[in-house]
């Protein structure tokens, strides 16, 4: 009998070391999942603090190349309008009665629109 208990005593404590052994390479192996998942997250946090710079970056040259867009539009029109201005100018000194003759035009053909819309205004269409 004493033979019994020593063997089942000595099985008890194979599998309880057994146990340990598991349970030891059980810790280690979430150990060494939880380090892959934070070096992942790392990598992660870095990527995306990458993308956010590249983006602000890319958003200010957007920003830089419309405003460059806007300021040579503006002076094209100034230009334009520079132009136009010099133009009727001399047509006006070259043509004095018909740029009076033309401006009367646009003017009547101007009040006969704003009293064909006042006359619909007044009807209630």
């Not at 150990?31 to 710079?53: I, N």
């Not at 460059?68 to 133009?87: I, N």
């Not at 004095?96 to 009367?104: D, E, F, G, H, R």
């Amino acid at each position: 009998m004493n033979t019994t208990v020593k063997t089942l005593g000595d099985e008890a404590s194979n599998l309880a070391h057994e146990a340990a052994l598991g349970t030891e390479h059980a810790i280690r192996s979430t150990q060494h999942l939880a380090q892959q998942g934070l070096d992942g997250l790392g990598t992660a946090r870095a990527q995306t603090g990458a993308a956010l710079q590249q983006l602000a970056h890319d958003t200010s040259a957007l920003t830089h190349r419309g405003m460059e867009a806007l300021r040579d539009g503006g002076q094209q029109l100034r230009e334009k309008s520079s132009h136009a201005r010099q133009a009727t100018a001399e047509y006006i000194q070259h043509e004095p009665i018909k740029s009076v003759l033309i401006a009367a035009a646009v003017g009547a053909g101007l009040m006969g629109l704003l009293a064909l819309f006042s006359r619909h205004r007044g009807n209630g269409h």
